[in-house]
């Protein structure tokens, strides 16, 4: 069963930087799409960055210029989301998102808070 497990959450002050982490367990299949949502307080998920295999990235207007989704290149199956210049309205869940053979997985999802 594929697993992925979201790290890298936490308290930050606005302007701040976090970088979260997703792993997804050794028995996923090649991923065609690996993306980042986010879930705040009384809002739908949204979508925040999306990137595929062949390396195309697509961001919400939101956190153009301010985050960045890349895969670890050590480990194929470690994905990163560099937020930088850190907003209140950034404050969110975060939940990775990987698509693999047709089957979509979601992560647990992980608290990001940024106090202005």
């Known amino acids: 069963q594929v697993q992925l497990v979201e790290s890298g959450g936490g308290l930050v002050q606005a302007g701040g930087s976090l970088r979260l982490s997703c792993a997804a367990s050794?028995?996923?299949?090649?991923?065609?799409?690996m993306g980042w949502y986010r879930q705040a307080p009384g809002k739908q998920r949204e979508v925040v960055a999306l990137i595929t295999s062949g390396g195309n990235t697509n961001y919400a207007d939101s956190v153009e210029g301010r985050f960045t989704i890349s895969r670890d290149n050590a480990k194929n199956t470690v994905y990163l989301l560099q937020m930088d210049n850190l907003k209140s309205l950034d404050t969110a869940v975060y939940y990775c998102?990987?698509?693999?053979?047709?089957?979509?997985?979601w992560g647990q999802g992980t608290q990001v808070t940024v106090s202005s």
């Open positions: 050794s028995s996923i299949l090649s991923i065609n799409v």
């Open positions: 998102f990987m698509n693999s053979g047709g089957n979509s997985y």
